[in-house]
């Protein structure tokens, strides 16, 4: 299973950006999706997930500014993030979590700056 990410890219502060991540086949079982992110010189966070049964959570410091949200027929998870800050800038990653499996994308560059 590939995990294939877009969607990344530049953005002035108090922008928008929405990241897509499209899986290569359906996952039987898939628990759950979720966004990472790794900025240079910090460990990968958890940003946003979502379960398979659309429960999500999300880290204090995107609150009311992401929204993960997922189309389960089509295997495909989105990030729309908004008002989006300097710190904001990183590598994004989407995980698919199933049975005794966990699957990463390759990774999309998110830069914040005026």
């Known amino acids: 299973v590939q995990l294939v990410e877009s969607g990344g890219g530049l953005v002035q502060p108090g922008g928008s950006l929405r990241l897509s991540c499209a899986a290569s086949?359906?996952?039987?079982?898939?628990?759950?999706w979720g966004w990472y992110r790794q900025a240079p010189g910090k460990e990968r966070e958890l940003v946003a997930s979502?379960?398979?049964?659309?429960?999500?959570n999300y880290v204090d410091s995107v609150k009311d500014r992401f929204t993960i949200s997922s189309d389960n027929a089509k295997n495909t998870v989105y990030l729309q993030m908004n008002s989006l800050k300097p710190e904001d800038t990183a590598v994004y990653y989407c995980?698919?979590?199933?049975?005794?499996?966990?699957?990463w994308g390759q990774g999309t560059q998110v830069t914040v700056s005026s």
């Open positions: 995980n698919l979590e199933a049975p005794g499996q966990s699957y």
């Open positions: 086949r359906n996952i039987f079982g898939f628990k759950e």
């Open positions: 979502i379960t398979v049964g659309g429960r999500t």
